[in-house]
Structures are given as structure tokens and as C-alpha cells.
């Protein structure tokens, strides 16, 4: 079993930041490449961002590109995803995800359960 625990969400005004943390615990080996999706209200689920376990191998989404950065951790066990400049519709329930498959992503191993982020001023 491997649970995913994601923290760093919170409300911040158009423009502010954030930085997500993802903690893996359980069986941890070959979770990466591990990454983050998001979803809006009515909307799909949707592929944000994701890394290799050096950081040398990334992709994001092209409507954060620029403006986010994905990041392992200095233990095997974490990832972050920076965000700055953010937009109202940045908006969204962010999901760490893990043991992924394609790239960018078409298939996940493990969710987490999501920690919500609201651009709004």
C-alpha cells in the first residue's frame, strides 16, 4: 500500500504564490515519476505537472508553464510543486500523484487525496 499525503493549499490573491507538498509512505519504491493534477469545479480532472526522481526529466501543462515548477524531494519520499503568478483559474483541488506512466502522464498508480487551492482576491 502506498498513501500520498499533500499539504500547501490555502487561498492567495491573483498574482501570490504557493508551494504543495506531497509526503509518500508505505511502500515507497518506484513511485516516480510522480507528479500533480488538478480539478475545477465541472471540469476533468487534468495532468499539472510531473518529474523524474533526479528532477532532470520534467513536463508541465502549457497553461502553467513558466509559472509552476515541480521538484523531488532530498528524500525519495517527497515532491513539490511551486506556484507562482497564480490565476483565478488556477483554482482547483490539487491531487499528488504517483507511479506514473507516459509523459506526460496518461495513467496513475496512486492518488492523494487532494488539498484545494483558491486564487481569489
Known amino acids: 500500500q502506498v498513501k500520498l499525503v499533500e499539504s500547501g493549499g490555502g487561498l492567495v490573491q491573483p498574482g501570490g504564490s504557493l508551494r504543495l507538498s506531497c509526503a509518500a509512505s508505505?511502500?515507497?519504491?518506484?513511485?516516480?515519476?510522480m507528479g500533480w493534477f488538478r480539478q475545477a469545479p465541472g471540469k476533468e480532472r487534468e495532468f499539472v505537472a510531473q518529474?523524474?526522481?533526479?528532477?532532470?526529466?520534467?513536463y508541465y501543462a502549457d497553461s502553467v508553464k513558466g509559472r509552476f515548477t515541480i521538484s523531488p524531494g532530498n528524500t525519495k519520499n517527497m515532491v513539490y510543486l511551486q506556484m507562482n503568478s497564480l490565476k483565478p483559474e488556477d483554482t482547483a483541488v490539487y491531487y499528488c500523484?504517483?507511479?506514473?506512466?507516459?509523459?506526460?502522464?496518461?495513467?496513475?498508480?496512486?492518488w492523494g487525496q487532494g488539498t484545494q487551492v483558491t486564487v481569489s482576491s
Open positions: 500523484a504517483a507511479g506514473l506512466r507516459g509523459s506526460p502522464a496518461r495513467t496513475v498508480g496512486y
Open positions: 518529474t523524474s526522481r533526479s528532477g532532470n526529466t520534467t
Open positions: 508505505g511502500r515507497t519504491w518506484n513511485l516516480y515519476p
